[in-house]
């Protein structure tokens, strides 16, 4: 794992009244959920299933799927070394600039990695590099916001018979961008689907995600993953958001209308470039400064915690990345960086 991954508030010693650094939308109503899980606390005295079978019907049921479509797992990280270990020393390409994890998945396991910073386009043949046998995607891209046309990956699973596409959707519920359904998924019999609860109901300290894809995939993938990786309380919490969607629901037009307008208000300062996103997060790129300067300033003058994204490949120094908040969090984020501009 590098360092500097978001949601590092522990290093700062004022408090942080606004964290733009997570990806996690920490704005739903979870009160129905601890009363569930406070209830089952007397379950901890006991294992939970070796495999989560359960949790595993209940998700194939709801995705229309055969339960050995389903593989839940600790986390879609999990998921992703899972992989990595599964198809230990493959030639492994990776579309950057993306999260880190897949990389160090796949180095810990003997791949042979390689960076995209294009996929292949019509013009192309749509072929990826003869060597590649496993591509990894992030679909809504971290960090960039970024969604790859559904027809444009249609036609890369279709012309690469023999890659192993992963693509990781742990942000599908945050776009209105047309995304593979789980059902549309298992036809192919290389592609696998990450995704994600924790993101989903912003539980990141559960540690719930699942892959969906054709059996065969997925009975290989199990041959790996250890017995009670998925703990009691993390399947509960699993079954009762199943049982309770409403819950935990978010007025999606409304966060993005929010988030296109804090990305006009950051322009509107001329001080950088805000990539386009079809997302909740957006990557912002100074014209001078360094964003590890803006972030500690933030951090220390106003309580406010952005991530420094100058650690994912292909982006430096200049590059930040902020996930929207509140109309009020957002202002006071763009008042104060205008703030540092002007110091």
């Known amino acids: 794992m590098i360092n500097g991954h978001g949601d590092d508030a522990y290093h700062y ?4 009244a606004a964290n733009f650094s997570s990806n996690v939308f920490g704005r739903v109503e979870l009160t129905g959920l601890k ?11 006991s294992y939970p299933e070796p495999e ?32 990595a270990q599964t198809f230990r020393g493959t030639r492994t390409a990776i579309y950057q600039p993306t999260f880190s994890e897949y990389a160090d998945a796949c180095q ?18 749509y072929r990826l590099p003869s060597d ?34 992963i693509i990781d959707q742990s942000y599908e519920y945050f776009t209105m961008a047309p995304l593979f359904t789980a059902s549309e998924a298992i036809s192919y019999p ?32 199990r041959t790996n993953r250890m017995p009670w990786s998925v703990n009691q309380l993390a399947i509960q919490a699993g079954l ?3 049982q309770h969607p409403a819950e935990a629901t978010i007025n999606l037009t409304a966060y993005l209308k929010e988030t296109n307008r804090l990305r006009e208000r950051l322009l509107a300062l001329g001080a950088m470039d805000v990539w386009e996103t079809e997302t909740h997060f957006m990557i912002v790129r100074l014209r001078f400064g360094k964003a590890s300067a803006l972030k500690a300033y933030l951090a220390e003058e106003h309580g406010l915690l952005i991530r420094d ?35």
């Open 13 to 16: 010693g004022s408090p942080i």
């Open 35 to 45: 009363r569930h899980l406070c209830a089952c606390m007397d379950q901890i005295g």
């Open 52 to 83: 989560p079978f359960t949790l595993e019907a209940g998700l194939a049921k709801q995705l229309r799927l055969q339960p050995k479509e389903v593989c839940v797992t600790n986390g879609v990280t999990e998921a992703i070394y899972l992989i």
């Open 108 to 125: 810990m396991h003997g791949h042979r990695v390689s960076s995209l910073f294009m996929l292949p386009t019509e013009k192309e043949g």
């Open 132 to 165: 590649i046998r496993m591509l990894w995607l992030c679909n809504p891209n971290n960090p960039t916001g970024g969604v790859v046309k559904k027809a444009w990956l249609k036609a890369l699973i279709e012309r690469n018979p023999n890659v192993c596409f």
């Open 190 to 221: 290389h592609l696998l689907l990450l995704h994600s609860i924790t993101k989903r109901y912003a539980i990141p300290g559960v540690r719930l995600g699942y892959l969906t894809g054709c059996k065969g995939l997925l009975d290989r993938i």
């Open 240 to 242: 009762y958001l199943l």
């Open 309 to 343: 994204a100058s650690n994912f490949e292909g982006l430096d120094e200049r590059y930040f990345r902020i996930a929207t908040q509140t109309p009020e969090e957002n202002d006071r984020l763009v008042e104060a960086i205008e703030q540092w501009l002007k110091a």
